[in-house]
């Protein structure tokens, strides 16, 4: 008897098909010393606040496609949304949320997330995956983000952890809508697209946001505690 081997769900080839490029984000010097809880508080700010233009574009193209794409409307839920999470976290560091401009990284992936909505609206779901898909790894790094900067309860870090013990739940439940939409081929690459381009540009953006972490330490004098070797 020969088994028809069952072909695996867009979730399984996305966690695949682009874990190197999830992988250069997350060993990227930022995101490590974040990791580690020695990232200087400046720069874990300013990382806010560039997410913040991020999902300010990304979330008002998801709310406002919600109804006209059924894809879309199947797989996205209110809880979801990070944008007042990063706008409440900016202001318990003093950051005014309106004030916040965004570095070039920041910007093309607006660019980018802008000229999907306008022309094929189910990638959107692309750049989504990436950003749900982080709070898996948020979660566990809120807690040394918190000892870091001696924070209080959720207090700055409700970005990093939104869901709490029902993260896992809420991941599942996402997975399995995602799987369930059944894409066409089009759709799906489409979707893969966004996804790699989300990534790359993250990476860049942490890059960015190191290296002005240095220019600010020589210029004024602050000590780093993380080391890039």
Same mark, same amino acid.
């Given at each position: 008897?020969?088994?028809?081997?069952?072909?695996?769900?867009?979730?399984?080839?996305?966690?695949?098909?682009?874990?190197?490029?999830?992988?250069?984000?997350?060993?990227?010097?930022?995101?490590?010393?974040?990791?580690?809880?020695?990232?200087?508080?400046?720069?874990?700010?300013?990382?806010?606040?560039?997410?913040?233009?991020?999902?300010?574009?990304?979330?008002?193209? #998801?709310?406002?496609?919600?109804?006209?794409?059924?894809?879309?409307?199947?797989?996205?839920?209110?809880?979801?949304?990070?944008?007042?999470?990063?706008? @409440?976290?900016?202001?318990?560091?003093?950051?005014?949320?309106? +004030?916040?401009?965004?570095?070039?990284?920041?910007? @093309?992936?607006?660019? +980018?997330? @802008?000229?999907?909505?306008?022309?094929?609206?189910?990638?959107?779901?692309?750049?989504?995956?990436?950003?749900?898909?982080?709070?898996?790894?948020?979660?566990?790094?809120?807690?040394?983000?918190?000892?870091?900067?001696?924070?209080?309860?959720?207090?700055?870090?409700?970005?990093?952890?939104?869901?709490?013990?029902?993260?896992?739940?809420?991941?599942?439940?996402?997975?399995?809508?995602? @799987?369930?939409?059944?894409?066409?081929?089009?759709?799906?690459?489409?979707?893969?697209?966004?996804?790699?381009?989300?990534?790359?540009?993250?990476?860049? #953006?942490?890059?960015?946001?190191?290296?002005?972490?240095?220019?600010?330490?020589?210029?004024?004098?602050?000590?780093?505690?993380?080391?890039?070797?």
């Amino acid at each position: 008897m020969t088994l028809v081997q069952e072909a695996p769900s867009i979730m399984q080839r996305l966690r695949e098909e682009t874990r190197s490029l999830h992988d250069a984000a997350e060993r990227s010097v930022f995101q490590q010393a974040l990791a580690a809880g020695k990232l200087p508080r400046e720069g874990y700010v300013d990382s806010l606040a560039q997410l913040l233009c991020i999902h300010c574009a990304l979330e008002t193209h #998801l709310r406002r496609c919600g109804a006209d794409v059924p894809a879309i409307g199947a797989v996205i839920r209110d809880h979801q949304f990070q944008e007042q999470n990063l706008r @409440d976290d900016l202001r318990h560091f003093g950051r005014d949320p309106e +004030s916040v401009t965004p570095m070039p990284a920041a910007r @093309d992936l607006v660019d +980018s997330i @802008d000229r999907a909505a306008a022309e094929n609206p189910v990638a959107l779901l692309g750049y989504h995956y990436v950003l749900e898909g982080s709070k898996n790894g948020a979660k566990f790094i809120a807690a040394r983000v918190r000892a870091a900067y001696g924070l209080n309860d959720s207090d700055g870090t409700r970005c990093l952890d939104p869901y709490g013990p029902r993260q896992r739940e809420r991941w599942i439940a996402f997975r399995q809508d995602m @799987d369930a939409v059944g894409f066409s081929r089009g759709e799906t690459t489409a979707i893969f697209a966004a996804a790699a381009t989300t990534f790359a540009g993250l990476t860049r #953006l942490y890059d960015d946001l190191w290296r002005d972490g240095e220019a600010r330490e020589a210029a004024y004098g602050h000590i780093r505690t993380f080391s890039k070797s």
